[in-house]
């Protein structure tokens, strides 16, 4: 007994798992006490039992067992825990109770089950009585089968699944078992009570015996629906209220329930699905082709047997309904045919709505086979017709139905009549509504008056069911036209028809059968909001004319009253008035006359004709007062019109009574009833006085009164007609712009776009402007009322015209059509019509898109195009889909029926190759908006594979299949893509990338939908896999869309699906649905109705994304700048409540919402600097990390907590991404108000938005970029900068948002970092950048680099840290990178250092590989090639950093303006290089050869940099700077801040705006010249311009050389803004010509450019064009005669011989242009007598020699034109005649005088004068003269040496003093220098000894290449050239220019000529070539002016030695490349 007394000590838990059976026994019992004890079901003391309740059940002692199972029954009942032991519980007693033999514990264990099922855990205890049926003791079975059938019976078929114990029943009925097998008859019995027949066709294949047996049973029960007896807890109220209503009698309840029980269980639902696709005969689709009949009817056989199952599973059943159809429609044998339509029968039957899909394909091919008569294939046509009926919508097939509705044949017309009657049937009002009916109704109005009787009886048929279906008020309308003994057969044939729906139909029927009742008293049931509205409807009864001909007319307008109106015509009465006014008979003049006489005075009729105006005046006024005195009834209209109509009629030629006569018609049209004939008999005289200016009002106001009348689709058709038949521009112009006003009174519908578009084209292609105008202002109205798609029908018009069209359609861009405010009272009768628009406000914007014309193209999609898409070689099935992409364009809207297509495209979505699946995709979005909402039809067949390729692994692939789902889902909305089960097939798929990006739309889309279908629910099990999904992408999209789910399914549902789930998952997914109920949005609420379109106007409800009305509601509330993507936020409803424009949970209270008023960040004195003293000091942690872990985020929501509004930071972190959303738009609202507070929390802001980049929703990404740009012009515009602290806590999680694969948020991204350089020093950003370039995503690396590459080139090479050659380094690594991206962004940003350092780039970047360094090599090669226009895109692309120029000074890095000034120089010189290359003669032996010449587009590009770099032109304010001068200020833009502190003085501020005048932007070029002009206009101040004409005429001709290559060539370019600047140009230039002391600066080489420039213009063929172009012309004309006598006359003289030698060189030069050149040269020859004094002859005699020697005289004898030769002869005869023989003393310049034909031609024309004088003594003392010249001049030798050495030494002239001493000394070779130099220092020898050898290289040089140079005189350009070619070899080598004196010091000129690597700059090769000259020959000095030399040529090597040698290793190259 020890023992005994152990165990009673134990507690009751540890009793309860003693070994003892005993102490187990009072376990039991005392645990039975206290859970009947326990009062609270959720007591702790439940929790203690929760393990032992299964040991309760399973106890081994039987005895013991019995009470286990008692106190489980009582915890299962009371306890709340106890559902967690369901499954455990049931398990236990299945497998240990059931097979007891005491009946008392299979009693308790049923209980207990039955007891789980009501504490909600049926599902469970379901599935394992389930597992219990597999067990292979039969008592377990018998067991389980009962405890089901109980629970059947109690609780109903709504709690316990039927499907799966239906599956089962077929096995247990096989069972050995008889006991078995009669508790499976129980269930079967008890299973029929509640779903009835649906339980047959799951049983049809057990014994028959059995059958038969159960059929005996079936036929006992009751009839009555059964009802739960025993419900849930969570129904326990309703049970209650059941037995309340039982006692009362009631029965209410049950109804309802059956109403919900019945439909719920439906057999197919409960059937297995047979998969047949595979069963099918291998050869089937040859047999089907087979000649043979037997052979076909046998495959045919062997299908019929297969879809015979009645539940077929889901497949690709193309290819076979395909070979059907072809059976159905071409097979001869009709048998076959009949074969063929049973089998697609069964096959729909089988599929249901898994066949909708090929539904299109069959129904048009079974209606025209209707034509065959045979019984038998009528009926098997039907019922296959029928069946497929029910797979689809009447929606899907309508256009296929309506196009075989008008075939000739009766029986198709007749059968298709009936078809549609039966499918009416199975409409109900809401799937039947207007827009559909309309169609159906008229193609049935035709068929009623067809002449076959069984087409009427048919049409009959249908128009009475449709009747029936939707009730008299909705058809009605269409039935404007019906005589009433039609109308009678269809309301006959109405009550006839039994619909589908029973019982609600009926009622609807029941009420309608009230409505011809005067009252209308309707008011309940699916009609009645619309009847208690028409209560008043017929009263109000104006209008006698009938709305339209044709019944397509507009519903809402044809609802016309008797002619009393009297409230109470009932409506057949008043459509028989209607019908008669209509059809107004035409009335002969007699009958008219007659009537007219009958209402007008006799006087009035009399005087019409009357040949005195003033009568005929009197006249229309009698009449007048006698129309507006007639009552409506009694006026005659047509009579009254054709009397105005009477001679003269509308050729009356008196303007009063003209006027009169109008105003008569629009009274007319306005009182009386007027109709079409009546109008008809006007229009013409209207429309033809329309353009009258006098009458022109008039008759549009009587064209108002009519299109009142008789419906302005009709009056417009007809006034459009009339008036361009006829050719009077005026009435055309006019016409148009009545139409355009007319259509914003009346409104657009019922209009004929087709008709209009093609009128309108005719229109914008007449040659009257003002025609075109008015075409445009309508095609704006339309645009209001069309939309966007209104722009495909123009898209081929001229682009001028396209331009104008797009402008006027930006005009109305965002307004909304005007409510139509004519046309409603008459047609309308008032308001109840409005109330019936209402119900349908998409109701406009469908007829707006059925009015598109739609192009048939089914006929253009052929098999061959169709077996090309589907081609083995891609390239096939390439050249297929670009035919398709071509037909679809071409057509631009099409209609839906497009044959085979969907089925060759869905077979390229799974193509191998990724680019046609790309092709493909985009077809499928042009296929979208061509179809528009008939795309609907294709969803299932198209669509939905289309989501199939959203699981594709390329990323692109996946952009594109999304953006096809969303242009699909944007025509047809989303019911279509959530019905059925595709969808969730989808996404059971396990494929991640399908599952995020079908879960990322899925939440896009959700919000937006007011209700879905309820098939949503079957993608709920896989959503809850996708919480567990391994890869997290997957599991964050599933979170995300769970709110959204819920909030269309509910929680319970949600959580009751929950119920299969293990255990571990179920509690994850539950608690994940209570977080997500909290987030729950509310559904959108209805959009409110709208007058007459839905918000946004511009687009009709059809072009409108699905959620448009939700996301207009939701863009006012949002943010300042709402985004439609943004829009998709949920909480719509609460956000149009609430009354503040702020985002506002729903919950709000007023309280909350004022504690939102005040501001949203606190300033908290030093806050900022305690933050980074804490984060230095380690107080807390570093903000550093690879992902955001909680400590950092409750660090910096503590950090945070102090500073920031409390309700702010609750949004900002909130677990639901929508609340980031508002938190950003209330700080973006906040930015501009709250300054102080944003910029003392912004490291905490910054610190928060690094952690929104860590989220994976874009819509939140995009708000916080969009909120960072704003904040970084903030912090900008107040010059903050960025603390360490916080760049470092930010930069480097920006930058890993520049790698996001959406490329607007890279682009944002980028943008952000440009405008941190304004706040943060671009040195130190690049760090952070160059960091980003490690990155593993190689768009992140290829956008870091580009970012460097733009760094580099807006702040020069100091921004690379830490040293540029480290920098460069680690950039040129990724050359050699796998991704193109990254390699291609490498060498661009090497490129950009290249074009900023030159070849200096090869030495920083040191070794590369071969293959790496020949990329480099090749590419700077081409950006040295790329032609001018790619600067200019640079500009383009970044446009922040131009902006952003003005406000930072580091920009202008390259210090002040001169170097602008230098960077024309080098443009201009490069240029000349170029020019002469073209003109000619580069193979001749003394010219420069082609390698070593400079490539001028280098240079283009080159400036292309500095527009970059440059900030656009600005002003400055002179006069405090330099006194006398004032340049006056046009009023550019602002200076920006820095700009004055660098420009310091006028020169460099004069050399900034004249860089600006080559610019390639026109508008900076004309500002420039504008500036320049305002001071040459002004003598004080036009001198400032000295020393800078050269330099201002050099971008002057640049500028015309841009102008005639490119600006001319471009047709972007208004050519006005050409003829602007030219204008400004030429301007400038007499400007500055009038000036002679400026003109006179103008050098020789620079006027040579300047005449050539000036000729080429005026030769200009393309300027004669233009409008202003002969003005252009004469003033260039005037422009060069001013040219020609104020320049320099040496200057102007040589300039122009060269320009006449280079163009009769270049054999591209056109003879016209050289007898420009010539007819200059004869005008300067006029002008010698006056200027011989001042011209230096030495220098023009120089250039004559020069010409000669290229141009010997038997050369120029060749020449075709004789003018050459004779210019020159005048001309020198002309200086001979002006200087005598002193001529020959001024050939000092030639050298070897004696070889030059000059000399000789000189002489011999002095010699030919002489002779004419004949005096022989003149001869003499000429010699002797000479000859005593000749001593004298040896006598002053030793004086002119002095005064040349007096030159060398003066600082002014000590270039002079050279030549001429050089000139001396060669003149005099025995000359003794010597004692002029002794006595001189050192220093002055070397100097005078190296300038002579400079002279002498130089003169040499020229010898060889006399016409290489520009100009024929070493000192005039060449030093400058020189010097500017040194200028930027400094600036490449990173040494400064400073400011350089107009004459160099002397030293310079005694330094070592270098050789310049500029000169190769274009060419790698020789880039390279001479990197290795470089670094031995160039040294670099510290004068800014080293090395000005004199050398001519343009190859500035040391020596000729040197060239010859770079040749020849050039050949050699050039050779091993060959």
């Known amino acids: 007994?020890?023992?005994?007394?152990?165990?009673?000590?134990?507690?009751?838990?540890?009793?309860?798992?003693?070994?003892?059976?005993?102490?187990?026994?009072?376990?039991?019992?005392?645990?039975?006490?206290?859970?009947?004890?326990?009062?609270?079901?959720?007591?702790?003391?439940?929790?203690?039992?929760?393990?032992?309740?299964?040991?309760?059940?399973?106890?081994?002692?039987?005895?013991?067992?019995?009470?286990?199972?008692?106190?489980?029954?009582?915890?299962?009942?009371?306890?709340?825990?106890?559902?967690?032991?369901?499954?455990?519980?049931?398990?236990?007693?299945?497998?240990?109770?059931?097979?007891?033999?005491?009946?008392?514990?299979?009693?308790?264990?049923?209980?207990?089950?039955?007891?789980?099922?009501?504490?909600?855990?049926?599902?469970?205890?379901?599935?394992?009585?389930?597992?219990?049926?597999?067990?292979?003791?039969?008592?377990?079975?018998?067991?389980?089968?009962?405890?089901?059938?109980?629970?059947?019976?109690?609780?109903?078929?709504?709690?316990?699944?039927?499907?799966?114990?239906?599956?089962?029943?077929?096995?247990?009925?096989?069972?050995?078992?008889?006991?078995?097998?009669?508790?499976?008859?129980?269930?079967?019995?008890?299973?029929?009570?509640?779903?009835?027949?649906?339980?047959?066709?799951?049983?049809?294949?057990?014994?028959?015996?059995?059958?038969?047996?159960?059929?005996?049973?079936?036929?006992?029960?009751?009839?009555?629906?059964?009802?739960?007896?025993?419900?849930?807890?969570?129904?326990?109220?309703?049970?209650?209220?059941?037995?309340?209503?039982?006692?009362?009698?009631?029965?209410?309840?049950?109804?309802?329930?059956?109403?919900?029980?019945?439909?719920?269980?439906?057999?197919?639902?409960?059937?297995?699905?047979?998969?047949?696709?595979?069963?099918?005969?291998?050869?089937?689709?040859?047999?089907?082709?087979?000649?043979?009949?037997?052979?076909?009817?046998?495959?045919?056989?062997?299908?019929?047997?297969?879809?015979?199952?009645?539940?077929?599973?889901?497949?690709?059943?193309?290819?076979?309904?395909?070979?059907?159809?072809?059976?159905?429609?071409?097979?001869?044998?009709?048998?076959?045919?009949?074969?063929?339509?049973?089998?697609?029968?069964?096959?729909?039957?089988?599929?249901?709505?898994?066949?909708?899909?090929?539904?299109?394909?069959?129904?048009?091919?079974?209606?025209?086979?209707?034509?065959?008569?045979?019984?038998?294939?009528?009926?098997?046509?039907?019922?296959?017709?029928?069946?497929?009926?029910?797979?689809?919508?009447?929606?899907?097939?309508?256009?296929?139905?309506?196009?075989?509705?008008?075939?000739?044949?009766?029986?198709?017309?007749?059968?298709?009549?009936?078809?549609?009657?039966?499918?009416?049937?199975?409409?109900?009002?809401?799937?039947?509504?207007?827009?559909?009916?309309?169609?159906?109704?008229?193609?049935?109005?035709?068929?009623?008056?067809?002449?076959?009787?069984?087409?009427?009886?048919?049409?009959?048929?249908?128009?009475?069911?449709?009747?029936?279906?939707?009730?008299?008020?909705?058809?009605?309308?269409?039935?404007?036209?019906?005589?009433?003994?039609?109308?009678?057969?269809?309301?006959?044939?109405?009550?006839?028809?039994?619909?589908?729906?029973?019982?609600?139909?009926?009622?609807?029927?029941?009420?309608?059968?009230?409505?011809?009742?005067?009252?209308?008293?309707?008011?309940?049931?699916?009609?009645?909001?619309?009847?208690?509205?028409?209560?008043?409807?017929?009263?109000?009864?104006?209008?006698?004319?009938?709305?339209?001909?044709?019944?397509?007319?507009?519903?809402?307008?044809?609802?016309?009253?008797?002619?009393?109106?009297?409230?109470?015509?009932?409506?057949?009465?008043?459509?028989?008035?209607?019908?008669?006014?209509?059809?107004?008979?035409?009335?002969?003049?007699?009958?008219?006359?007659?009537?007219?006489?009958?209402?007008?005075?006799?006087?009035?009729?009399?005087?019409?004709?009357?040949?005195?105006?003033?009568?005929?005046?009197?006249?229309?006024?009698?009449?007048?007062?006698?129309?507006?005195?007639?009552?409506?009834?009694?006026?005659?209209?047509?009579?009254?019109?054709?009397?105005?109509?009477?001679?003269?009629?509308?050729?009356?030629?008196?303007?009063?009574?003209?006027?009169?006569?109008?105003?008569?018609?629009?009274?007319?049209?306005?009182?009386?009833?007027?109709?079409?004939?009546?109008?008809?008999?006007?229009?013409?005289?209207?429309?033809?006085?329309?353009?009258?200016?006098?009458?022109?009002?008039?008759?549009?106001?009587?064209?108002?009164?009519?299109?009142?009348?008789?419906?302005?689709?009709?009056?417009?058709?007809?006034?459009?007609?009339?008036a361009f038949s006829q050719k009077n521009p005026k009435n055309q112009s006019e016409t148009l712009n009545w139409l355009s006003n007319a259509i914003k009174e009346f409104g657009f519908s019922g209009l004929n776009v087709k008709a209009?578009?093609?009128?309108?084209?005719?229109?914008?292609?007449?040659?009257?402007?003002?025609?075109?105008?008015?075409?445009?202002?309508?095609?704006?109205?339309?645009?209001?009322?069309?939309?966007?798609?209104?722009?495909?029908?123009?898209?081929?018009?001229?682009?001028?015209?396209?331009?104008?069209?797009?402008?006027?359609?930006?005009?109305?861009?965002?307004?909304?059509?005007?409510?139509?405010?004519?046309?409603?009272?008459?047609?309308?009768?008032?308001?109840?019509?409005?109330?019936?628009?209402?119900?349908?406000?998409?109701?406009?914007?469908?007829?707006?898109?059925?009015?598109?014309?739609?192009?048939?193209?089914?006929?253009?999609?052929?098999?061959?195009?169709?077996?090309?898409?589907?081609?083995?070689?891609?390239?096939?099935?390439?050249?297929?889909?670009?035919?398709?992409?071509?037909?679809?364009?071409?057509?631009?809207?099409?209609?839906?029926?497009?044959?085979?297509?969907?089925?060759?495209?869905?077979?390229?979505?799974?193509?191998?190759?990724?680019?046609?699946?790309?092709?493909?995709?985009?077809?499928?979005?042009?296929?979208?908006?061509?179809?528009?909402?008939?795309?609907?039809?294709?969803?299932?067949?198209?669509?939905?594979?289309?989501?199939?390729?959203?699981?594709?692994?390329?990323?692109?692939?996946?952009?594109?299949?999304?953006?096809?789902?969303?242009?699909?889902?944007?025509?047809?909305?989303?019911?279509?893509?959530?019905?059925?089960?595709?969808?969730?097939?989808?996404?059971?798929?396990?494929?991640?990338?399908?599952?995020?990006?079908?879960?990322?739309?899925?939440?896009?889309?959700?919000?937006?939908?007011?209700?879905?279908?309820?098939?949503?629910?079957?993608?709920?099990?896989?959503?809850?896999?996708?919480?567990?999904?391994?890869?997290?992408?997957?599991?964050?999209?599933?979170?995300?869309?769970?709110?959204?789910?819920?909030?269309?399914?509910?929680?319970?549902?949600?959580?009751?699906?929950?119920?299969?789930?293990?255990?571990?998952?179920?509690?994850?997914?539950?608690?994940?649905?209570?977080?997500?109920k909290a987030n729950m949005p509310a559904k959108p609420a209805a959009p409110a109705k709208v007058t007459s379109k839905p918000m946004g106007g511009s687009v009709p409800a059809k072009f409108q994304p699905a959620s448009a009305s939700v996301e207009d509601s939701v863009s006012s509330t949002v943010e300042a700048k709402p985004d439609p993507k943004k829009a998709k936020v949920p909480g719509v409803s609460s956000k149009a409540k609430s009354t503040q424009g702020k985002k506002v949970p729903s919950k709000t209270s007023l309280k909350e919402d004022e504690d939102k008023s005040g501001p949203i960040f606190i300033v908290v004195p030093n806050g900022k600097e305690q933050r980074i003293k804490d984060e230095k000091g380690l107080k807390v942690l570093k903000w550093n990390f690879t992902t955001p872990r909680d400590e950092y985020i409750e660090q910096l929501k503590t950090q945070m907590s102090s500073c920031v509004a409390k309700w702010l930071q609750d949004e900002m972190f909130h677990s639901d991404f929508q609340h980031h959303n508002k938190a950003l738009a209330v700080m973006v609202d906040h930015l501009e108000s709250e300054k102080e507070g944003v910029i003392g929390c912004l490291d905490l802001i910054l610190k928060w938005l690094t952690l929104r980049f860590f989220d994976t929703n874009t819509s939140v990404l995009m708000k916080a970029l969009e909120y960072l740009k704003l904040l970084f012009t903030l912090l900008s515009e107040e010059e903050y900068h960025l603390t360490e602290n916080e760049a470092s806590s930010f930069i480097p999680y920006l930058i890993l948002k520049v790698g996001e694969p959406k490329d607007v948020i890279r682009k944002d991204v980028r943008a952000i970092l440009n405008r941190m350089c304004l706040v943060y020093p671009a040195s130190k950003m690049f760090p952070f950048v160059m960091e980003g370039t490690k990155s593993k995503n190689s768009k992140q690396r290829a956008e870091c680099l580009e970012e460097l590459g733009c760094l580099v080139e807006s702040y020069g090479m100091n921004v690379c840290q830490p040293t540029p050659g480290k920098a460069l380094k680690e950039i040129a690594i990724h050359i050699g990178d796998r991704d193109n991206a990254v390699r291609n962004a490498a060498l661009n940003t090497i490129v950009t250092v290249y074009n900023v350092h030159g070849d200096q780039v090869f030495k920083l970047i040191g070794n590369l590989s071969e293959k790496d360094m020949s990329m480099l090599e090749e590419r700077i090669k081409r950006s040295a090639k790329r032609p001018s226009a790619a600067p200019m895109k640079q500009v383009e692309e970044k446009p922040q950093r131009s902006q952003n120029a003005t406000s930072s000074t580091n920009m202008l890095r390259k210090g002040p303006a001169e170097d602008m000034s230098s960077k024309l120089k080098i443009m201009y010189r490069t240029y000349r290089i170029q020019a002469r290359g073209m003109s000619g003669h580069p193979e001749a032996t003394q010219m420069v050869r082609r390698e070593f010449q400079l490539d001028l587009d280098e240079i283009e590009n080159d400036n292309g940099t500095v527009r970059c770099e440059m900030p656009e032109l600005v002003q400055h304010k002179l006069d405090d700077i330099f006194e006398p001068v004032l340049i006056p200020e046009p009023k550019i833009r602002a200076v920006s801040p820095h700009f004055d502190d660098m420009h310091s003085n006028t020169a460099s501020t004069i050399n900034f705006i004249i860089s600006q005048v080559a610019s390639g932007d026109i508008n900076a070029s004309i500002q420039a010249l504008t500036q320049i002009d305002e001071v040459l206009r002004q003598e004080d101040k036009a001198e400032a311009m000295s020393g800078h004409i050269d330099q201002f005429l050099i971008a002057t001709f640049m500028q015309l050389r841009l102008v005639y290559n490119t600006h001319m060539a471009d047709e972007r370019l208004e050519k006005n803004e050409i003829i602007r600047l030219y204008s400004c140009i030429i301007g400038n230039m007499i400007s500055l010509f009038q000036i002679e002391s400026l003109a006179r600066e103008a050098s020789t080489g620079v006027l040579k450019d300047l005449m050539h420039g000036l000729i080429t213009l005026m030769l200009d063929s393309r300027i004669e064009d233009l409008e202003e172009g002969q003005q252009v012309i004469r003033s260039v004309n005037l422009l060069v005669v001013k040219v020609l006598e104020k320049s320099d006359q040496t200057n102007i003289l040589s300039a122009l011989l060269v320009l006449l030698q280079d163009s009769l060189l270049a054999t591209a030069s056109s003879p016209k242009f050289s007898e420009l050149v010539m007819k200059c040269l004869w005008r300067m020859v006029r002008l010698l007598p006056d200027t011989i004094n001042s011209i230096n002859l030495d220098r023009i005699l120089l250039d004559i020699h020069i010409f000669m020697k290229v141009f010997p005289k038997e050369k120029l004898k060749q020449c075709k034109s004789e003018f050459p030769i004779r210019t020159l002869k005048t001309l020198l005869h002309t200086l001979c005649k002006l200087k005598g023989p002193k001529i020959l003393d001024h050939l000092t310049m030639i050298d070897n005088k004696n070889e030059s034909e000059l000399e000789a031609h000189l002489c011999r024309m002095m010699k030919h004068s002489m002779d004419q004088a004949g005096s022989k003594s003149e001869k003499e003392t000429e010699k002797g003269a000479s000859r005593i010249d000749e001593k004298s001049s040896k006598a002053k030798a030793n004086d002119f040496l002095a005064e040349i050495f007096k030159k060398i030494g003066s600082k002014e002239n000590t270039k002079e003093g050279l030549a001429e001493l050089y000139e001396y000394k060669k003149k005099y070779s025995d000359a003794d220098i010597e004692p002029f130099l002794r006595n001189s220092s050192q220093f002055f020898q070397s100097y005078v000894e190296r300038g002579l050898r400079v002279i002498e290289m130089e003169r040499e040089g020229k010898g060889r290449i006399p016409t290489s140079t520009g100009n024929t005189n070493g000192e005039e350009v060449g030093p400058s050239v020189y010097l500017e070619r040194l200028k930027i070899l400094r600036q490449r080598c990173g040494l400064d220019n400073t400011k350089q004196d107009d004459r160099p010091p002397l030293p310079s000129l005694l330094s070592k000529p270098t050789a310049p690597p500029v000169v190769s700059s274009t060419d790698m090769l020789h880039s390279k070539l001479f990197q290795l000259r470089e670094s031995r020959e160039q040294h670099p000095h510290s004068e800014p002016d080293s090395g000005q030399t004199h050398s001519g040529g343009t190859v500035t090597s040391s020596s000729s030695a040197n060239i010859d040698d770079l040749k020849k290793r050039l050949e050699r190259i050039k050779s091993s490349r060959k």
């Open 756 to 1076: 209009f578009i093609s009128n309108v084209k005719t229109a914008l292609a007449a040659t009257n402007p003002a025609v075109r105008t008015s075409a445009i202002t309508l095609l704006g109205v339309m645009y209001l009322y069309v939309g966007p798609s209104l722009r495909m029908f123009f898209e081929d018009e001229k682009p001028a015209l396209l331009s104008q069209i797009d402008a006027e359609f930006e005009k109305m861009q965002g307004q909304s059509p005007p409510a139509p405010a004519r046309g409603l009272s008459k047609h309308c009768t008032g308001g109840p019509e409005e109330g019936e628009d209402g119900d349908e406000p998409d109701d406009g914007g469908n007829d707006v898109v059925d009015l598109l014309p739609r192009t048939e193209i089914s006929d253009k999609i052929t098999s061959e195009l169709v077996s090309k898409i589907g081609d083995k070689n891609w390239k096939i099935r390439k050249e297929g889909l670009d035919e398709v992409a071509g037909i679809i364009n071409e057509a631009k809207f099409i209609q839906p029926n497009i044959g085979e297509l969907p089925i060759a495209l869905k077979g390229r979505l799974n193509d191998s190759n990724k680019i046609l699946v790309q092709q493909t995709l985009n077809i499928l979005q042009q296929l979208a908006v061509a179809m528009g909402p008939n795309i609907k039809q294709h969803v299932k067949n198209l669509g939905i594979p289309i989501i199939t390729v959203l699981g594709d692994s390329k990323n692109n692939v996946r952009a594109a299949a999304l953006a096809t789902v969303n242009a699909w889902a944007e025509q047809t909305g989303m019911r279509e893509w959530l019905e059925g089960e595709d969808l969730s097939e989808e996404l059971k798929k396990e494929n991640p990338f399908l599952r995020q990006e079908l879960l990322g739309w899925l939440a896009e889309k959700l919000p937006a939908l007011r209700s879905t279908p309820t098939d949503l629910i079957l993608c709920v099990p896989h959503l809850y896999s996708c919480l567990e999904d391994r890869n997290g992408d997957v599991r964050k999209k599933a979170q995300d869309a769970l709110p959204f789910f819920m909030m269309h399914l509910g929680y319970e549902k949600m959580a009751k699906a929950t119920g299969k789930l293990k255990p571990t998952s179920k509690d994850q997914v539950l608690a994940m649905l209570e977080k997500a």
């Open 1 to 722: 007994m020890g023992d005994d007394s152990e165990w009673l000590k134990l507690p009751v838990d540890q009793k309860c798992e003693h070994k003892l059976w005993k102490a187990r026994l009072s376990g039991y019992e005392e645990a039975l006490k206290i859970f009947q004890k326990i009062k609270d079901e959720k007591s702790p003391e439940w929790s203690k039992f929760l393990g032992l309740i299964k040991k309760f059940v399973t106890d081994s002692n039987a005895v013991v067992q019995l009470k286990g199972l008692e106190a489980a029954l009582v915890y299962v009942e009371n306890a709340h825990v106890a559902g967690k032991t369901t499954g455990e519980v049931v398990s236990g007693v299945v497998s240990k109770v059931f097979n007891q033999p005491k009946a008392k514990a299979k009693e308790l264990g049923i209980e207990i089950c039955l007891m789980y099922i009501e504490i909600e855990k049926g599902e469970a205890v379901q599935e394992e009585l389930l597992k219990g049926l597999d067990n292979k003791n039969p008592k377990i079975i018998v067991a389980c089968i009962e405890t089901l059938r109980k629970a059947l019976s109690e609780f109903g078929s709504r709690i316990i699944l039927l499907k799966p114990i239906i599956k089962v029943l077929p096995k247990l009925f096989e069972s050995r078992e008889k006991a078995v097998r009669d508790e499976a008859k129980l269930i079967a019995v008890e299973i029929y009570r509640w779903i009835r027949d649906a339980l047959r066709p799951p049983l049809q294949n057990i014994n028959s015996v059995q059958l038969k047996e159960l059929e005996e049973e079936w036929v006992k029960l009751p009839t009555g629906a059964p009802k739960p007896t025993r419900f849930l807890r969570s129904q326990q109220e309703l049970e209650a209220k059941l037995e309340q209503q039982q006692s009362s009698g009631g029965d209410a309840e049950g109804g309802g329930d059956d109403g919900d029980e019945v439909p719920q269980i439906d057999a197919y639902e409960l059937l297995e699905a047979v998969e047949i696709l595979s069963k099918l005969p291998k050869d089937f689709y040859d047999k089907i082709e087979a000649k043979k009949w037997q052979e076909r009817k046998e495959a045919l056989e062997a299908v019929e047997v297969l879809v015979k199952n009645p539940k077929l599973e889901a497949g690709d059943y193309a290819d076979l309904v395909k070979a059907l159809k072809k059976v159905v429609g071409k097979d001869t044998n009709v048998m076959l045919v009949a074969l063929a339509a049973k089998c697609l029968t069964s096959l729909a039957v089988g599929l249901r709505k898994k066949f909708g899909q090929y539904a299109g394909h069959v129904v048009p091919t079974i209606l025209e086979k209707f034509k065959e008569k045979k019984p038998q294939v009528v009926q098997a046509l039907q019922e296959a017709i029928d069946a497929i009926f029910l797979t689809t919508t009447l929606q899907n097939i309508s256009e296929d139905v309506l196009a075989v509705m008008d075939n000739k044949n009766p029986t198709i017309k007749q059968q298709t009549s009936l078809f549609i009657a039966r499918s009416f049937r199975h409409c109900t009002a809401s799937t039947l509504p207007k827009s559909l009916l309309k169609p159906f109704c008229a193609a049935l109005l035709k068929h009623i008056n067809d002449s076959a009787p069984e087409v009427r009886d048919a049409a009959f048929e249908a128009l009475g069911t449709a009747l029936k279906v939707v009730g008299e008020k909705a058809v009605n309308p269409f039935l404007a036209d019906v005589d009433k003994l039609k109308l009678d057969r269809i309301k006959e044939c109405s009550e006839k028809v039994e619909l589908v729906h029973g019982k609600k139909a009926g009622l609807a029927t029941d009420k309608k059968e009230f409505k011809p009742v005067p009252g209308r008293t309707a008011t309940s049931g699916a009609a009645g909001d619309k009847d208690t509205k028409d209560v008043s409807a017929p009263k109000p009864g104006p209008l006698k004319k009938a709305p339209t001909a044709k019944a397509g007319g507009p519903p809402k307008k044809g609802k016309p009253t008797a002619p009393g109106g009297s409230g109470n015509t009932g409506t057949k009465s008043k459509k028989g008035m209607e019908t008669k006014e209509i059809v107004e008979p035409e009335l002969s003049i007699e009958v008219c006359e007659e009537k007219a006489s009958a209402v007008l005075p006799p006087t009035c009729i009399q005087l019409l004709d009357s040949s005195n105006w003033k009568e005929r005046l009197a006249c229309m006024e009698e009449f007048q007062k006698a129309v507006e005195l007639m009552d409506r009834t009694e006026m005659p209209c047509q009579a009254l019109v054709r009397m105005l109509a009477k001679k003269p009629g509308w050729k009356e030629t008196n303007f009063q009574v003209m006027q009169m006569k109008l105003h008569i018609v629009a009274l007319i049209a306005q009182k009386g009833n007027f109709s079409k004939t009546s109008a008809q008999i006007v229009l013409d005289g209207l429309v033809d006085k329309i353009g009258d200016v006098k009458c022109g009002n008039n008759a549009k106001e009587a064209m108002t009164a009519m299109a009142e009348a008789c419906m302005l689709p009709w009056t417009a058709e007809q006034v459009m007609s009339m």
